[in-house]
């Protein structure tokens, strides 16, 4: 299941919202990575709906990013309204 996300795709996130490709560690890379995932399983969730160990993986995975973005709206508000308007997320 893993083979949706290679190590070109990791890059091509890291590229677009980090500082440089190998900017692995960055709250916006890291957001942006989350969010990519988030919707892979969203989308298998939707034919598998069953399949209750990846929505358990999903859900942590959501409370991950939901904890990354509460730090980057503490830290920095800016950078925080960037990242939700690029990735196109609610609030």
Known sequence: MK???TPEKKEEIFTKY???NTDTGSAE????LFSYRISHL???L???KKDFS???ALL????KRRRLLD?????DIERYRAIIKELNLRR
């Open 3 to 5: 083979g949706y996300l």
């Open 18 to 20: 980090g500082k440089s």
């Open 29 to 32: 890379s890291q957001v942006a």
């Open 42 to 44: 969203t989308e298998h």
């Open 46 to 48: 939707k034919i598998n």
């Open 54 to 56: 990846t929505e358990r």
């Open 60 to 63: 942590k995975l959501v409370g």
């Open 71 to 75: 730090y980057m709206k503490e830290q």
